[in-house]
Structure formats: structure tokens, C-alpha cells
């Protein structure tokens, strides 16, 4: 029985034209976070289970992980997120590196899920994070990368907002300024987690569930997406006061697409102050992109004196549903530079040719078929090959050669060392 | 209890200076596939265990796989080879495709093995593919291309030797020439396959084995390691004609290190016919480095019109000890272009000229722990940082700024427009 050509479900296979456009993604990743003085680094797809039990979610953890026994009985699993591993790392090192690091890596996760638009059950992402520094200046140039990296792609600042919050600041809220008890504050901390995906009728009525009392208050409270409309006493609070002068001095660059966001929550367990999230305004696409948050705890839990860290994890599934929603997608164009057709038995004797081409900085293919010319070209311009060039024994003899450029019909005869140059700068 | 901060066993992280190593690899991979207009492409590491249990080794399917029934009792397994999964792909658009194809890919593969020198659980491996040519243009492109990576690393032709076989030589060889029965042959070719990991008198004792009246024959030509020493009626065969030609016009683009093996086996039992592999020749590393070969059947096991395929494996654990045995690993270079360190609480009003030097193509970390400037000078040092600008509020408001050079102290007044200039072109 033959063989299925599908890929695995919920897994992409990417043809050429497909990794094109991967690789313009990860090209801007990779330069934004480069001049910013971020340095790459990697490591491997598998990792022992139990880095995430601690403080990865445990809807993740138990439902959501490739988790398996190798052949040596180790409990491992394909990562689902790059933070427990980059903490690991980190802690494996940390008397030897130098601080603060700035690092950045693109692995591929994988997370056992319900294939569904911008979910898919593996995703390339970019994790970006600053170790070492404490300080507001931290939390402002991770969301300054962020938001650059938005830029680079062409987005305006009406395509996204940065929501802001603080978990420190959501506790004071339910617990001190509200006044909820300790399993209410858990039970709506779960509820608007998913604040997004419920109509406000479920919501409302969630809430006079766990406290009816204060409902009307909580539900004033969420819906204030600026410093300036929440009560004065969170205003007051050392933690609102952070999160505003951090807006003040996005602004300040221009970043002026943020919003407070008290219900912002994250999924994570290990974050341990201000989460951010880039959510997409376009109705169609009404959904968060990307985000990320502090946590200062994460590296310690590997045995070692803990580091504060801040850090954001951009997804290429979400990123490309927003650059389609708001026509952002670059047009990927044919990466061949010229194809050589050959007139009689001349693959040898073009060999040199075809390496002085390619020393020109040209990408050659020559059709070695040995087929008449018609059927080449044919080929040829069914591979999407704009430019094409003729070469028989007359032309070797020579070193004149025709160069026609498929889409205008167009031909010149030139010599070597005219031939990069014509197409390169056509 | 502290979480464990070693990597998953026999799999490696990638600090910054090992990923930059890798990107160079990478980088130059990429560069010589794209200039003989391959495309790249990509799978998922996970893929259908069956797959591999039609054309992939016994060996590395029933005892080397990473193989796990997926939370949907799918059978799936981490790929330990690409070349099934760029076989799916091509199927599943037989019709579609414009013939030939060119494509590379540089895929993450899993094998439960023991680690040791050259041989890890995880490598990274460029795959280089052409569909589509059953002719010798395209047994010679792909060697060519080879060959073309290994000179561009800087190998010289004396640090490496391409050995060339065909299956179909060796099944003549040994059924036909020599005379062997089908059990016999298939013993022998097990035998071979490992006639570089056995002591001469273990192969001459395993030989008698199988067939006492031919083992002095056997290693006759066992030993004949070109063309010209073969028995004339092997000569004469249409392959070994075939392998003499492809020598020659390898030998006419300057690849001389070519070498007759028809001992060479390669382990996938995909291959129709030539197989090669390249050898290091340097006695402390002398083992393959890659190999490829033809697998004309392999796209037609997915139930579609059969493809000649002609196709090489490269992974970066061999490639790297090759590299390092010969002393042609480049200097890692720290990549950071400059450290800002700040005089004072300027990080905001710093924030444009930051800008601006990102833009002019620099980049760019700032020290923004507010610490004394002896302290920052002394972790910018510690980072490795060779350029160092100085910025408080009279840099901001002259726009004349102190451009140091730590390694060798030099320092300079510099406006905007030309700390990049000096820094590029240093």
C-alpha cells in the first residue's frame, strides 16, 4: 500500500515558496533583535519533563505536551515553550556569564492542541530576553524590541495596541482595593484569563457567581484601559505608578499604541510582575499576537542565586495571520537568477562558465536534459526563471553570449563579465 | 529539589559563540546551495513512523528511532532522516511541481544512539536534492556541489577523498563475477559495509566464512581503488564505465580526489545505484564525513509515477570535527558593534541617538543599570565589547561623543555621522 503524503496533523510542511517567506520573517526577527546587541543562541528540541512541571501551566504540562519515555526510561517531552530552557541554560552558567545577557533564539514548540486558525501543534518562535537588570529601563526595551519588530514589518500604530499589566497590580486590586478573599481572587483571576473569548453576559453573570457584591465595581474596574480612569487609590499604588511612567517613556520614542490592561493575565505561573501582550485591533483578527512579562523567579528554580529577567515569545503563526489580515505579506519572487540553457553537448565545457556566474554572486541552474531548446525554455518559464541564457560551443568559442529575459521577451548578447551586472541591477 | 541544568543526554545547547559557529556553517551551506539554484525547504521533525519502515534501515527503525504514540494513538516518530519526508513532499505535488527540482533543507534529525566522537542523539544536517535527472549531469552536479562546500570551508584536495561506488556494481561484482550465491552476497555486503571498523585479519576470517574458495579474489578487488586496477570484465561493465566517465568530468572541474570503492555501501536501503561518500583522510579522524547517492524509488513508495533522484546528507557534528582535526574553524568574533554607557540618568533623552545608530547599521547594547561609569567599563570589558561610546547629557547636547576602542585604549570625539563609519571600517 503506498504511502500517505500528508504531514503530521497540525504540522506544516513549508516548499520553497513557503520557506521563502519563513525566512523573511526570521531575517527581520534576526536583525531587529541583532541591533539591539541580542546574540542568538540554541538548544536541543528535547527536554527532560520536569523543567515544566514547576512553572509552566499544568494545562500545558498534563494536556498539551509530546511528552514520552526515550529507550533509556528518561521522562522527556518536545519543548512547548523556550523559557524553562533558556533558564536553564542560564543557570548552567551562572558564575561564568557575563552580565546583563541580551539573548535571543527561534526554536520550534510543540503543543498537543486542537488545530484551529493561528493555533497550529508546532510554531516557530522567536524568544527574546534581558537578564540582569532589575530596573524600568529593562521592561522598556523589551517592549521597545517588541514593538520594533511590529515596524519593520510595515505595521501602523492603529493595527496593534501593547496591552500592560502587572500580576502584582491584578492582587492588589481583587484582594486589598477590592477586597476579595483568597479563593474569590483565584476563581477571577481564571475568569479573566480568558476575559477575551466570553460574551460579556457570561461574564457578568460568572462573576455575581463568585461575588455579587462586587460585580458592578470589578466590571467598572476592567473596563478602565487608561492610568488615568482607574480609582485613585490603584493609581496611588507603587506598581500602577511603574506602569505608567513605563507608557511615558514609550511614548516618549513614539510607542503610543499601549493601553492598561488590569484583566491581562498570561498564562504562565512563572511571571512575576508587569506581562504585556501585542493584540491585534482589526476585528477580524481580534486576538493577542504576542506578549510576554518579568520573571525574576524562573532561573533560580534551577538551584542557583535567582536573576531578574524579562523577556517576549512572538509566534510565526499569529505574525503571519496579522501581516495577511492587514496586507503585510512581502510578494515572494522566483530566488533563481538565471538559468543556462545549453545547445548541443556542451554540460562540460559550460562548467567553467557556470562557475565564474556563480562567482559573480549569481544563483544558476543549468538544464542538463540534453533536450531542444524549446522544451528547456518551456521548462524553464514553468519554473518561474526570468532570465536565461543560451550557451552552445559557437558561444563558448566566442564569449558572446544571448540573454533573454522571459517576462519582457527582451535578448542582448553580452559578454562574461557583463551578465551579473545586467541582471542585477535590472 | 533544584532542577537539573544539563541538556537532554547526548544533545547539545548552543551558547552565542557555539550558535555563531553554527550560522557560520549554516551560512555557508546555504550560500553554495543557492548559487546552483537550490531552494530551500522544510517538514516537520515530526513525522508518521511508517515512513521509515518501508526503505530506511531495519537498524535504525526498530532500535535507534524516537518513536511514541502521539496523544491521538497516532504512531509518530521524531525524523531521524530527511530524505522519506523531502520524498512525501515532492508526492504529495507530483503533478504540480515544475521539473527538475532543486532543494535543500538543513533539518533537525534524532537517533537513539550511544554518543561518542562524531555522533551525537541530535545533528543538524543539510540535505541537498535534485529531482527529476536521471542522467550523469546529475550524478556530477551533485558531487560537484559536494565538493564545492568542502572547498569553500577551505579544505584542501590532500584533506579529503570522494569514493564512489554503485550498487548495482557491487550486486555484479559479487553475484556475477565472483560467482557468489544470494545468501552469500548478502552476507558479504554486511561484511563490507563495516570494512573500515574491522581489522584485516577479522575480514579475511569473516570472508572464509561465507566462502573459503574466493576470499583471496574478493580482497583483490576490495584493494583495487580506481578504475584501472579493476579486472578487465568489471572495466567493462556498463557502471563501472558509468563511474569512470563521472570521475573524468569531475577530474575536468579539478576534482582529482576521487577514488573507486566498491566496497562503499552506505546503510539506506533506498539507494539504486551510485553511492559516494566523503572520506576524511587526516589518520586521527578517518572516517566518512557524509554521503549521498541515487534513489530513484523512493517517491513512487507514495504511490505516485516514480522520480530519479540524486541527493547528499551533511550534518554539522562530522563536518565540525572535520574541520577542527584540519585547523579550518574561523574565529568567533563577538558580534556586538558598540556598548553605549551612560553618564548620569540619560537613558530616555539617549533613546534617538540609539535609534540613529541602529539605522546606520551598528549594533547597538546600552548599559542602563545606572551604575559608575568605572563599573560599566569594567562589564562592557567582560563582555567582550571592543567599542565603547560615552553619553551624558553634554554629549547629548554637543553631539560630540567619546569613542573609545578598548583593546587598544584609543579614544576619539566623534559626531553622529561617523561613529559608524569609523567603527565599520576599523
Chains 1, 2 share one sequence.
Not at 141 to 151: G, H, P, S, V, W
Request: hydrophobic share 40%; charged share 25%; glycine share 8%.
Amino acid at each position: 500500500m503506498a504511502l500517505d503524503t500528508k504531514p503530521y496533523k497540525g504540522a506544516r510542511d513549508f516548499y520553497p515558496a513557503d520557506k521563502q517567506l519563513q525566512n523573511y520573517i526570521f531575517g527581520i526577527w534576526r536583525e531587529v533583535a541583532a541591533s539591539y546587541g541580542y546574540q542568538e543562541y540554541d538548544a536541543p528540541i528535547i527536554e527532560p519533563l520536569d523543567i515544566y512541571a514547576a512553572k509552566t501551566s499544568q494545562e500545558i504540562v498534563n494536556e498539551q505536551t509530546y511528552s514520552f519515555e526515550d529507550r533509556g526510561g528518561r521522562k522527556v517531552t518536545l519543548r512547548p515553550e523556550m523559557t524553562p530552557t533558556v533558564s536553564r541554560m542560564v543557570a548552567a552558567k551562572r558564575q561564568e556569564l557575563a552580565l546583563p545577557l541580551r539573548w535571543y533564539s527561534i526554536p520550534n514548540l510543540w503543543r498537543y492542541e486542537r488545530p484551529q486558525r493561528g493555533r497550529l501543534r508546532e510554531h516557530w518562535q522567536l524568544n527574546v530576553d534581558l537578564f540582569g537588570i532589575a530596573g524600568i529601563e529593562a521592561d522598556h526595551e523589551i517592549i521597545a524590541i517588541a514593538d520594533a519588530i511590529m515596524q519593520r514589518f510595515g505595521a501602523k500604530r492603529d493595527m496593534y495596541v501593547i496591552r500592560l499589566n502587572s500580576r502584582q497590580l491584578t492582587n492588589y486590586i481583587l484582594q486589598d482595593f477590592i477586597g476579595l478573599n483568597s479563593e474569590q481572587s483565584a476563581a477571577t483571576i481564571r475568569l479573566i484569563d480568558r476575559i477575551h473569548k466570553i460574551p460579556a453576559d457570561e461574564l457578568k453573570a460568572a462573576l455575581n457567581d463568585i461575588a455579587a457584591d462586587k460585580t458592578d465595581q470589578l466590571l467598572n474596574i476592567f473596563k478602565a484601559h487608561s492610568y488615568d480612569a482607574l480609582p485613585e487609590d490603584i493609581k496611588n499604588h507603587k506598581i500602577a505608578q511603574h506602569l505608567h511612567k513605563l507608557e511615558m517613556m514609550l511614548a516618549r520614542g513614539g510607542i503610543t499604541n499601549t493601553k492598561f490592561d488590569v484583566t491581562l493575565m498570561r498564562g504562565f505561573d512563572y511571571y512575576t510582575d508587569i506581562v504585556f501582550e501585542v493584540f491585534d485591533t482589526n476585528p477580524e483578527n481580534s486576538r493577542a499576537i504576542f506578549g510576554g512579562g518579568r520573571y525574576d523567579g524562573l532561573v533560580g528554580a534551577f538551584g542557583v542565586e535567582p536573576l531578574p529577567t524579562i523577556g517576549f515569545g512572538l509566534g510565526d503563526v499569529t505574525l503571519h495571520d496579522f501581516l495577511q489580515t492587514h496586507n503585510l505579506l512581502p510578494t515572494i519572487k522566483q530566488p533563481v537568477d538565471l538559468c543556462v540553457i545549453t545547445i548541443g553537448d556542451v554540460y562540460l565545457e559550460a562548467q567553467k562558465l557556470l562557475t565564474d556566474l556563480r562567482s559573480d554572486g549569481l544563483k544558476v541552474v543549468v538544464d542538463s536534459t540534453g533536450r531542444k531548446i524549446d522544451k528547456q525554455l518551456k521548462s524553464a518559464d514553468k519554473a518561474g526563471f526570468e532570465w536565461i541564457l543560451f550557451v552552445g560551443e559557437q558561444e563558448l568559442a566566442s564569449g558572446d553570449y544571448k540573454l533573454k529575459h522571459l517576462p519582457s521577451g527582451k535578448e542582448q548578447s553580452l559578454g562574461l563579465g557583463e551578465i551579473a551586472k545586467t541582471i542585477k541591477t535590472s
